[in-house]
């Protein structure tokens, strides 16, 4: 069985006749509301520092256009504009639920002019061939329905030369952070979804879907099979984030 056909069929609601997508979609739009607040306590705000790291692997190319795949409520997207200042950023989401927070967010910051939200589907992103310098996806390629496709997408809109980085929860495999880290995540994780954001399933599909995703060299593998070059892989904080970079 291919990596993808395991991450397939990671689902959030079992039983649901709904294709993951659709799943994925409902899920957020379920917990939209408590989203940025749960990621940055359950991460004790590390999460700020990973996503600092994966935009400084930009800063030597300067892109002038961007695209954030998955972009959920905005945030890298509003972290990239402060880094990079880029012309424009557009971000891509299958949750309205989602977008609808992230637009309130950037329209509060005054970026409507340099930051654009729209309902975007990371396997038919619908745009032209080669309109981006770079592409980023924050903690989304788990949720692709199918990570190969995504990827030649987002490989299909790059400009050549362009980068794609991707920041993504690992598995670590050092004792005993990996041991603190599963009990936290199999455990913890579901109770506080369940309590902040009314959605035990929702933080059940996390680790679930963080252990049956692709990591480390076989995810580089993925990436170099899918077209891209000079693709490298950095773990952070024991292991518990990878960046993962590439070029077209």
Known sequence: MSD??????????AGSKLSKKEQIAAMFNDIAFRYDFLNHFMSLGIDVIWRKKALRMLRSLQPKKMLDVATGTGDFAI????????ESITGIDISEGMLAIGRKKIAR?????KITLQVGDSETISFPEQAFDAITVAFGVRNFENLEKGLSEMRRVLKPGGKLVILEFSNPTVFPIKQLYNLYFRYI???LGKWIAKSQAAYSYLP???????????????LTNTGFQSVTCKTLTFGICSIYCATR
């Open 208 to 222: 679930d879907s963080v252990k049956a995703f692709p990591q480390g060299q076989v995810m580089c593998n993925i």
């Open 4 to 13: 993808n056909a395991n991450v397939e069929k990671v689902v959030p609601y």
């Open 189 to 191: 994780t579901p109770l």
């Open 109 to 113: 910051l005054g970026l409507e002019h």
């Open 79 to 86: 972290m990239a504009q402060r880094m990079l200042e880029p």
